[in-house]
C-alpha cells in the first residue's frame, strides 16, 4: 500500500499572521525576479515613453491648437496625464505574464505541497506589480517634466495623484492576475491585456470626447478611464473635476473587487484539479 507524506503542521497561531508572512514571501520572491529579469519592466517603461515623444514632438503642434491651445506646450500639458495613465495599464501585462508562468512551468504544484497561505501567492505578484507600477511613475513623470510638461500641483495634490495611479494599478493587477490564470500559454497571457493598454486613448487621454463621433464619444465618455484621466489632470493641471474623483474612486474600487473575486475563483478551481 502507498503511503502519503503530509506536509509538517504548522504550530498553532492566528492564521491572519501566517497569510501575511506567506505574502511577503511571495512579494520577495517576484521582486526579486524583476530585479534578475528587467527586459520586461524595460519594455513596459519604454511604450509609454515612445507614446509621450510621438505626441508631443510629431503630433504636439497641430493637436494643440485643436484642443484650444496655443501650441506645442499646452497640448504636452494636456496628453502627459493621459500617457502616464497609459504606463500604468501597460505595466499590469506583467501580472499576466509572471502568473502564467508560475502556473505553466509547475511552481504553483511545488507550492500546494508546502505549508504555506494559498493567498499569498496571488498577492505577492498583485503588490509586486503595484511596487513596479510606482518605479515606473517615477519614470515616466520625470521624462515628462524632460519634455516640458509643467504642472501647477500642491504636494497633497500630488499625493492625491499619485495615489489614485496606484489604486488603480491595484485593480488592474487583480484582473490581468485573472486573465494570466485563465491562459494557456505565456503569449496568451501577454496579449490578453493588450486592450487595456490602449483603452484611454479611446477616452480624453489624447482629444476631448467632444472632438469625436457620436458613437465613439458616448463610449468615450463613459469608459472608466475617462474620469480617472479627468481626475488626474484636475490634479496636476487644475482643471475642474467635478463628480469625476468619485467616479474615478468607484472605477479603481470596482476593478480591484471583480478582478479579486475572478482570480480567487479561478485559482481555487485550478489548484484543485
Known sequence: MSTVTLSPA?????????????????LRRNLKHMLRYPSMTVMIVMMPIVMLLLFVYVFGGALGTG?????????????VPG????????????????VCTDMTEGIVNRFRTMSISRGSILTGHVFASVIQAAAILVLIIGA?????????????????????????????????????????TIEAASNAPMPLTFLPFLGSAVVT?????????????YQPFTPINETLRGLLLGTPIGNDGWIALAWCAGLALVGYLWSRSTFNRTVTR
Open 83 to 98: 500617457i502616464i495613465l497609459m504606463a500604468v495599464t501597460s505595466g499590469a501585462i506583467t501580472t499576466a505574464i509572471s
Open 144 to 184: 515628462s517634466f524632460a519634455v516640458g510638461f509643467r504642472p501647477d500641483a500642491s504636494p497633497v495634490e500630488w499625493i492625491a495623484a499619485i495615489g489614485l495611479l496606484l489604486f488603480l494599478a491595484f485593480g488592474l493587477s487583480w484582473v490581468t492576475a485573472a486573465m494570466g490564470l485563465g491562459a494557456k
Open 209 to 221: 470626447p467632444d472632438s469625436m463621433p457620436t458613437v465613439l464619444r458616448w463610449f468615450a465618455e
Open 67 to 79: 484642443i484650444g491651445g496655443t501650441g506645442r506646450g499646452d497640448y504636452t500639458n494636456y496628453v
Open 10 to 26: 504548522k504550530p498553532a497561531k492566528p492564521t491572519r499572521s501566517y497569510a501575511l508572512r506567506d505574502s511577503m514571501t511571495m
